[in-house]
């Protein structure tokens, strides 16, 4: 199969992939909902296999890699993108006040934007140096939905550089974008 992904470089690439997750077990608190998600997820060597085409394709030699992950898949993640050859900057924790408690035990209120680069950093804009923490706070709204304090997260670090969405839901202005739910 052919992926098709804009014919320009990029030099920051967001990506938010459809990990091989499910609703969990169905609940007598929600008995329309089903253990599917709403969208089609992807094995884990397959989503590194179309990250590794797309790096290849679109990334600039030299770019940075801002990936969503849960605890779940957050070493094997880690693990990969060494393996390709990026290195870990930062953890980013998205604090989003709200969760799920699968199984009804702890609440899961948080998931980690990972920040790799490859072979080097790309300097952040000067006047951003430690304004940010590593915790971004916004409530949770759909399911899987990212939260906007993400994009203006990358976009104040890096305002000049073009910027990729991978598995993107909707399009945004100074981004390109890619994804089946387009």
Same mark, same amino acid.
């Given at each position: 199969m052919e992926l098709l992904? /804009? +014919?320009?470089?990029f030099e920051?690439? &967001?990506? +938010? /992939? !459809?990990? !091989?997750q499910s609703k969990g077990g169905l609940r007598k608190s929600r008995p329309n909902q089903n253990e599917k998600l709403d969208y089609s997820v992807m094995s884990l060597e397959d989503i590194f296999i179309v990250h590794k085409t797309a790096t290849e394709k679109v990334m600039q030699d030299t770019h940075t890699v801002f990936?969503?992950?849960? +605890?779940k898949f957050l070493v094997e993640t880690c693990i990969e993108m060494e393996r390709l050859g990026y290195k870990l900057h930062a953890r980013i924790i998205w604090n989003k006040t709200n969760g799920v408690a699968p199984a009804f035990t702890v609440r899961y209120s948080h998931e980690y934007l990972l920040w790799?680069?490859?072979p080097k950093m790309i300097p952040i804009e000067i006047s951003q140096r430690g304004k940010w923490t590593t915790v971004l706070e916004e409530k949770a709204t759909n399911h899987s939905k990212k939260p906007e304090i993400a994009y203006k997260f990358i976009e104040s670090? &890096? !305002?000049?550089?073009?910027?990729?969405?991978m598995y993107a839901r909707n399009t945004r202005w100074g981004w390109d974008s890619w994804g089946n739910e387009l």
């Open positions: 992904f /804009p +014919d320009k470089k920051i690439l &967001y990506t +938010d /992939p !459809p990990w !091989p990936m969503w992950a849960i +605890d790799f680069y490859k670090l &890096y !305002p000049s550089q073009a910027k990729f969405e």
